[in-house]
């Protein structure tokens, strides 16, 4: 199942990204060019899940709780986009930067009413993942206080959803429409006409190391609040991260729990291996 979905995610941010790069069509057409994309990539996935058993709990988990999300916050963002773009005031520059200001009050909204299952999902924790990410042990669902960040449908389809993963998503979502709505308003007050939001641009850079240490290198850039000044969480990171050298990390948070197992002399075998390379390069150019 999980290959399936990787290929599938694949597929569906080419043609996301080959939507973006045709210049013939214009705005409207192409969000509903990258619409229709992605409501036929997350309803092939459906027909997927539901002629598919899981293996173990274990599997149905990381399914709903990585996999998932990632098709699904991508419509939720287009989606928001369409809408901002159609509802942008042809006003003064004070009405248009007030109609971006309100986009990210509605983020600040839903964080707030979902905060605590937010702190969840960044602690690394799992002790709820079986309520939360397997289907059918949900104690209530959240239809309410998404409406107003998410304009696709809430599946309510109890064999693809578990509720839940539909937080996730837009957790996903709203932090990548935040980013830019707020490049987007730094943009106006420099007096510069905001970019077209797009799809993410293909990194030229690839990852040839074990996935393992770009994971490790992903919990160190988090922990040390490297990043946006600390202000971003784990499953942002790692969705960027996943986004531009175009490869699935898988269960970050197991892979986490594999580092620490690690004898305590190799835990944290790459920034091990970089500090020692980066020394010993500083050593040979001190004796030249």
Same mark, same amino acid.
């Given at each position: 199942?999980?290959?399936?979905?990787?290929?599938?995610? #694949?597929?569906?941010?080419?043609?996301?990204?080959?939507?973006?790069?045709?210049?013939?069509?214009?705005?409207?057409?192409?969000? !509903?060019?990258?619409?229709?994309?992605?409501?036929?990539?997350?309803?092939?996935?459906?027909?997927?899940? =539901?002629?598919?058993?899981?293996?173990?709990?274990?599997?149905?988990?990381?399914? @709903?709780?990585?996999?998932?999300?990632?098709?699904?916050?991508?419509?939720?963002?287009?989606?928001? $986009?369409?809408?901002?773009?159609?509802?942008?005031?042809?006003?003064?520059?004070?009405?248009?930067?007030?109609?971006?200001?309100?986009?990210?009050?509605?983020?600040?909204?839903?964080?707030?009413? +979902? $905060?605590? *299952?937010?702190?969840?999902?960044?602690?690394?924790?799992?002790?709820? #993942?079986?309520?939360?990410?397997?289907?059918?042990?949900?104690?209530?669902?959240?239809?309410?206080?998404?409406?107003?960040?998410?304009?696709?449908?809430?599946?309510?389809?109890?064999?693809?959803?578990?509720?839940?993963?539909? =937080?996730?998503?837009?957790?996903?979502?709203?932090?990548?429409?935040?980013?830019?709505?707020?490049?987007? $308003?730094?943009?106006? %007050?420099?007096?510069?006409?905001?970019?077209?939001? &797009?799809?993410?641009?293909? &990194?030229?850079?690839?990852?040839? &190391?074990?996935?393992?240490?770009?994971? !490790?290198?992903?919990?160190?850039?988090?922990?040390?609040?490297?990043?946006?000044?600390?202000?971003?969480?784990?499953?942002? =990171?790692? +969705?960027?991260?996943?986004? @531009?050298?175009?490869?699935?990390?898988?269960?970050? *948070?197991?892979?986490?729990? !594999?580092?620490?197992?690690?004898?305590?002399?190799?835990? =944290?075998?790459?920034?091990?291996?970089?500090?020692?390379?980066?020394?010993?390069?500083?050593?040979?150019?001190? %004796?030249?």
């Amino acid at each position: 199942m999980r290959e399936q979905a990787e290929k599938l995610y #694949d597929h569906l941010v080419a043609g996301l990204r080959e939507a973006e790069a045709m210049p013939s069509l214009t705005t409207a057409q192409r969000h !509903e060019t990258n619409l229709k994309l992605l409501n036929e990539a997350i309803q092939e996935l459906k027909k997927l899940v =539901i002629d598919y058993s899981f293996q173990n709990e274990a599997d149905e988990i990381e399914f @709903f709780r990585y996999i998932k999300p990632k098709f699904t916050s991508l419509l939720i963002y287009h989606s928001r $986009l369409a809408l901002i773009e159609l509802r942008l005031p042809l006003g003064s520059l004070k009405d248009v930067r007030k109609h971006y200001e309100n986009e990210l009050l509605l983020i600040r909204f839903f964080y707030d009413d +979902h $905060l605590q *299952f937010y702190h969840y999902l960044n602690s690394g924790a799992t002790f709820l #993942d079986a309520k939360y990410f397997v289907r059918g042990n949900c104690d209530f669902p959240f239809y309410y206080s998404v409406s107003a960040l998410s304009t696709s449908a809430l599946d309510t389809d109890t064999r693809f959803t578990t509720h839940y993963d539909f =937080i996730v998503a837009c957790f996903q979502a709203s932090e990548r429409l935040r980013d830019y709505l707020v490049k987007t $308003l730094m943009l106006l %007050e420099g007096g510069k006409i905001p970019e077209k939001p &797009g799809s993410p641009e293909k &990194g030229t850079l690839r990852w040839t &190391g074990p996935k393992i240490y770009l994971v !490790e290198l992903v919990y160190a850039l988090h922990v040390s609040g490297q990043l946006n000044n600390g202000n971003i969480g784990l499953t942002e =990171i790692v +969705h960027q991260v996943e986004e @531009f050298f175009q490869m699935s990390l898988g269960n970050v *948070f197991r892979s986490f729990q !594999e580092m620490r197992q690690r004898k305590k002399d190799s835990r =944290i075998k790459l920034l091990d291996v970089m500090k020692e390379r980066l020394v010993q390069r500083m050593d040979e150019l001190d %004796e030249e």
